[in-house]
């Protein structure tokens, strides 16, 4: 009976964890994996692996059939065009020291859209195919162009079934017209709270003042908006983290139960700021402590709180279909689904690459409004955007799962070719999903209670957590 390719790694308590390359996977010993390496499977092995989907009798068979589907389910197929991000200006009323977008003083002039622009950006959203769009202004601070912003929604509103806006503001200066759009039904606000009041002065508001104000403002904004139009992003430098527990309570604070950690990036300003590059050991360390402290919150409390990014990989391991996140996607395409378009109507894939052209690494643009889309070097980078040979993630159980981030590679070390397991992104990746084996491989009742809620599901179902011997 041919069995589908296993990859295996060691699990934490000495047994090895198996996967194929449609995310099935089992734990198991050393004396499976000698039998599997020598060709010397039993019949049990063998009945083990056919009933859990590991093993086929023939090509085109049933459960050759189902294989096929659950690895086709776990690739990404980009859709249509159907979100933007928009950059209407770069200039910014905060100076944060890790800002990385490259963004200019509030009254420097030349790095706002002007009229030709924004015209130029409403003929590409018109020549959208799509009936719905969801369009996220950034800056610098978007709300430093309230006209702008309300230009574009008179238009999506006109154009399109359905409209969502994003806008990522620091909630520093929030005039009346601009809580008037706030408050919409279809408008949705994005910030970032640093963790606590302290970190967040340090790294972004400098002053007490600003810092009371910014307070003052998301209070309002929570209690006019409710907490459920709003997400506010923590980004943490490792080496100066506020605790685990003060984050937590800061969220709770204002009813924000899904906490999005982000780790100080290694781009634009942040680049010259932090040694970023070489920082994913302490991140790791700092995101389990931060894990563990939310295992022990959700035990004892009626208000649960997730991390967002491990509960998408936990999602991700659990089912297909989890391709919702940009940055975790397997083959990652870039530049279909969405687009970014700055400041000076350039068009870029991401925002990160925009941030790599930004500091003169590499023009990663792909057009602008004006002349449209020419996405040769885009196509070019497309090509290389699945992990499926690549020659560490062959041998890596985790790589149904996983993904790739060329833009990241390309900004970190200026090639995209490393070794997947000298890059941030893998170490990264590689500790998250060790730790969501670990958790799914527990007999720690408190760790079942965290992986139930953040699973969905009543309980956690031991048949998840398969194992053979
Ligand atoms: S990037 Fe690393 S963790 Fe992800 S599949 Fe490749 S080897 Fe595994």
């Known amino acids: 009976m041919p069995v589908v390719p296993l990859k295996f790694r060691p699990h934490q308590d000495g047994l090895l964890l198996f996967a194929d390359d449609a995310g099935g996977y089992f734990k198991s010993d050393h004396a499976f994996l000698r039998r599997y390496a020598c060709d010397q499977l ?45 950059v209407p200006t770069l200039r910014c009323n905060l100076a944060c020291g890790y800002c990385q977008v490259s963004r200019v003083n509030e009254a420097t002039p030349g790095f706002d859209w002007d009229d030709s622009t924004v015209e130029a950006v409403i003929g590409f959203l018109d020549s959208l195919s799509a009936r719905k769009i ?80 910014f307070f003052l403002h998301l209070d309002f904004a929570v209690s006019r908006l409710g907490s459920e139009k709003i997400s506010a992003l923590p980004t943490i430098d490792p080496r100066n983290a506020p605790s685990p527990e003060e984050v937590i309570e800061t969220f709770l604070n204002y009813d924000i139960r899904s906490i999005y950690l982000r780790p100080v990036n290694y781009q634009g300003f942040a680049r010259k700021k932090f040694d970023a590059r070489g920082s994913a050991d302490l991140w790791n360390r700092y995101h389990a402590s931060f894990i563990d402290a939310l295992v022990e919150h959700n035990w004892s409390s009626a208000v649960p709180v997730e991390e967002y990014y491990f509960v998408h990989c936990l999602r991700r391991v659990l089912r297909s279909g989890h391709n919702g996140h940009v940055d975790l996607r397997n083959p990652n395409i870039v530049g279909h689904g969405y687009v970014v378009i700055d400041y000076d109507g350039k068009i870029y894939p991401t925002d990160e690459a925009r941030m790599v052209t930004r500091i003169g690494q590499f023009d990663m643009s792909m057009g602008d409004v ?100």
Not at 185 to 198: E, K, P, W, Y
Not at 385 to 396: G, S, T, W
Request: glycine share 6%; hydrophobic share 35%; proline share 4%.
């Open 134 to 213: 969801k369009v996220e202004f950034q800056g610098g601070e978007p709300l430093l162009r309230l006209d702008v912003i309300e230009r574009i929604r008179d238009f999506c509103s006109q154009r399109f079934d359905a409209c969502e806006l994003v806008i990522c503001t620091n909630l520093q200066e929030v005039s009346d017209p601009a809580w008037d759009l706030l408050g919409r039904d279809d408008v949705f606000v994005s910030t970032s709270l640093d963790g606590n009041r302290m970190t967040h002065q340090k790294q972004r508001t400098i002053l007490p003042g600003k810092t009371d104000q």
């Open 370 to 469: 004006f002349r449209g889309i020419s996405a040769e070097t885009i196509d070019r980078l497309n090509a290389e955007a699945l992990n499926n040979f690549h020659p560490d993630c062959v041998h890596c159980p985790y790589q149904a799962f996983c993904g790739v981030d060329l833009v990241d590679d390309i900004s970190r070390y200026g090639r995209i070719d490393m070794p997947k397991h000298m890059t941030d992104f893998c170490q990264r990746h590689t500790s998250i999903f060790d730790r969501i084996f670990a958790m799914i491989y527990s007999d720690d009742p408190k760790v079942k209670k965290t992986l139930a809620l953040w699973a969905g599901t009543s309980h956690f179902d031991p048949l998840l957590a398969k194992v053979h011997q």
């Open 42 to 86: 039993t019949s049990g092995d063998l009945a083990f692996l056919h009933v859990n989907g590991h093993a086929y009798n023939a090509v085109g068979d049933l459960a050759y059939s189902g294989f096929e589907h659950r690895f086709a389910e776990r690739l990404y197929l980009p859709r249509e065009m159907d979100y933007v991000i928009l």
